[in-house]
Nanobody
């Protein structure tokens, strides 16, 4: 499977963006999916996780209440709706696929397939 992330851009603080991660090559319906981000000079950071059917989602504390992850298995796509963006959300955002259990959702090493990343820049 190949993953293609898109939807990043430059937005003012308080604004919104919707990231998409389109999969090709095979269906992602059997994979749990995650979003990570990496700011310059920082380690890659877990952002969100969604179960195979979309029924369960998990978020890092700093984005809870502002970001919403969803998926459309019929379209082979996952999304990250980002509202009330802050300058500290500035990073390259990556989508990734995993077979890991929910308790290991933050472990980047357990994600076997990664998209190429999309830049999100939030100005103050």
């Amino acid at each position: 499977v190949q993953l293609q992330a898109s939807g990043g851009g430059l937005v003012q603080a308080g604004g919104s963006l919707r990231l998409s991660c389109a999969a090709s090559g095979r269906t992602i319906s059997g994979y749990r999916m995650g979003w990570f981000r990496q700011a310059p000079g920082e380690e890659r950071e877990f952002v969100s996780f969604i179960s195979t059917n979309g029924g369960s989602t998990y978020y890092t504390d700093s984005v809870k209440g502002r970001f919403t992850m969803s998926r459309d298995n019929a379209k082979n796509t996952v999304y990250l709706q980002m509202n009330s963006l802050k300058p500290e959300d500035t990073a390259v955002y990556y989508c990734a696929a995993t077979n890991a259990v929910v308790s290991a959702r933050t472990r980047a090493d357990l994600y076997h397939t990664w998209g190429q990343g999309t830049q999100v820049t939030v100005s103050s």
